[in-house]
């Protein structure tokens, strides 16, 4: 096993996509359950704070260290079987997402939790309970999380299974490896019915492998993973629309949603039912128009679309949909429209590449990502997004908002030009975000709390529940060395 202790060597570890930025005294790179046993229990024994470090695509800070080590997965690659009947598909955690896509498509499957950055880890995707474009017809990742491996602090191992322990009421019990039982009680959370991904999940008659999906490195060590993967549908329908007016784009979303729950319940193949529904406002249009030169002129948004189709009735959705499209003055004569598979991949590339370059920009200010990851209930959706632009245009700030607004879930990011700006802007972010939660939603649907957000989770949940939730932490991890300064509040809970 190497360990790497020099700073030019570890220096990549020391921070996320959103440049977040930590310290730590040494790195770890196991290539074995066993060689991760042997360094948590070292640590555990001296105290030593440990933090799990996936591909570091995360936007929160949960992979980046402040302080102790760190545990690298990234030799924790293999994709141990591929089971085509059954369909799953059981893995280490530092397999990269886009290369499971591509083994699996060799035997027409799928796994349909769909991050926007493919090069992340399926370790980190079950640890923050990650979800993306495709969720909007598929769900996150818990919904595909069958199985678990995960090595606890001191080096003890549970093995979880769906549907093989839940809790009591309240009470959950868990038997290590060795044999070991530990009772757990959670406590009762009102937990959001929007898109989610804040705090431990706590629920009466839960699923045991329920708690530790979504945790952020906080109560143990993933080493196995088995997901349930589907078949490849026949082929897909993926589109661009662009709209001169974004309420026109926001209704377009509205009916496209209606239409393909109501359809999804009826299981039919032949009506509108979207596998993803994504906005674009006239600021991310402008951000890209260097990079694809055919974004039209006096446009205010855009959305883009897919559909899978299974029956060959390929012209018969593609019709349904440019009739939508007309109803909501969608710009017919200028959407793009994917035929095969390398103009799918252009309309790809232009979905993921808005991150990418927020990232860029921040970065080259030196300026930590200021991104929300909020989401709330449909009907309280339109309000959120206006109360955003308000204020922040009130501001003279600049902007780009997109993201999967079929959930109702917006990442509304802020483009500062300066430390004046940004220092504005962070607390344009704040009030957002205490705007979603006053709606009933959520702070992270999908990245996690990570250290950034800790102070919006005791907002969202309050002091009380999140202590509560810390008392699951302190009964699995009791010396608190893994993930310090995730999903709790340093100054209220690590006293």
């Known amino acids: ?44 024994k001296n105290n030593i704070s440990v933090t ?42 530092g397999v990269i997402l886009s290369d499971l896509q591509n083994e699996l498509k060799q035997h027409q499957l799928f796994y349909p939790p769909d ?12 640890a923050t309970n990650a979800s993306g474009a495709r969720t909007f017809k598929y769900g996150p990742t818990r919904d595909y999380v069958f199985g678990l491996t995960s090595v606890l602090a001191d080096g003890n191992k549970l093995n979880l299974e769906r549907g093989k322990n839940k809790t009591k009421g309240n009470q959950l019990i868990l038997l290590t490896v ?15 019915n929007t898109k989610n991904a804040s705090g431990y999940y706590c629920k009466k008659d839960m699923d045991a492998i329920d708690l530790f999906i979504g945790s952020e490195g906080t109560l143990g060590v993933i080493t196995n993973i088995k997901l349930k993967v589907l078949p490849m549908p026949k082929s897909k329908i993926s589109s661009v629309v662009f709209f001169k007016n974004e309420l026109y784009g926001l209704n377009f979303i509205k009916k496209a949603r209606d239409y393909s729950v109501l359809n999804k319940k009826e299981h039919t193949d032949d009506r509108i039912n979207a596998l993803a529904l994504e906005y674009f406002d006239k600021g991310s249009l402008e951000f890209l128009r260097n990079d694809f030169v055919n974004i039209p002129a006096n446009c205010q948004c855009a959305v883009w679309f897919e559909q899978e189709i299974n029956n060959g009735n390929e012209d018969l959705l593609i019709n349904k949909w440019v009739e939508l499209i007309r109803s909501c003055k969608g710009s017919e004569e200028n959407c793009w429209f994917a035929f095969n598979e390398k103009e799918e991949q252009k309309i790809r590339d232009f979905r993921h ?61 802020f483009l500062p030009e300066n430390e004046k700006q940004y220092e504005k802007a962070k607390k344009l972010y704040y009030l957002i975000s205490k705007k979603a939660i006053s709606l009933n939603g959520t702070v992270s649907a999908e990245h996690g709390i990570g250290k950034s957000k800790t102070h ?8 009380k529940t999140i202590g509560k939730m810390f008392e699951i932490k302190k009964t699995l991890d009791p010396n608190l060395i893994l993930g310090r300064g995730n999903l709790f509040n340093s100054l209220l809970f690590y006293k």
């Open 456 to 463: 919006l989770l005791v907002e969202m949940l309050g002091e």
């Open 178 to 192: 060795k044999g070991e039982k530990i009772i757990i009680n959670l406590p009762e959370i009102n937990l959001s």
């Open 353 to 413: 590449a808005i991150s990418e370059k927020i990232n860029e920009y921040m970065a080259g200010k030196k300026f930590r990502k200021l991104g929300t990851d909020v989401a709330v209930p449909h009907n309280c959706f339109e309000e959120l997004y206006n109360y955003a632009k308000n204020i922040t245009e009130k501001e003279k700030i600049k902007y780009v908002n997109y993201g999967h607004f079929g959930n109702s879930h917006m990442h509304f990011n």
């Open 1 to 44: 096993m190497i360990v790497k202790t020099e700073r030019d060597e570890i220096q990549n570890y020391l921070k996320d996509a959103s440049n977040f930025k930590g310290t730590c005294n040494a790195v770890y790179f196991p290539e074995s359950e066993s060689d991760i046993i042997s360094i948590l229990k070292e640590a555990n």
């Open 52 to 93: 799990i470090a996936g591909n570091r695509t995360g936007l929160t800070g949960a992979g980046v260290p402040n302080d102790g080590i760190v545990i690298s997965t990234e030799k924790l690659n293999k994709i141990i079987v591929i089971n085509k009947e059954e369909k799953f598909v059981q893995l280490e955690p």
């Open 115 to 126: 991050p926007t950055e493919t090069t992340c880890f399926l370790g980190g995707t079950v």
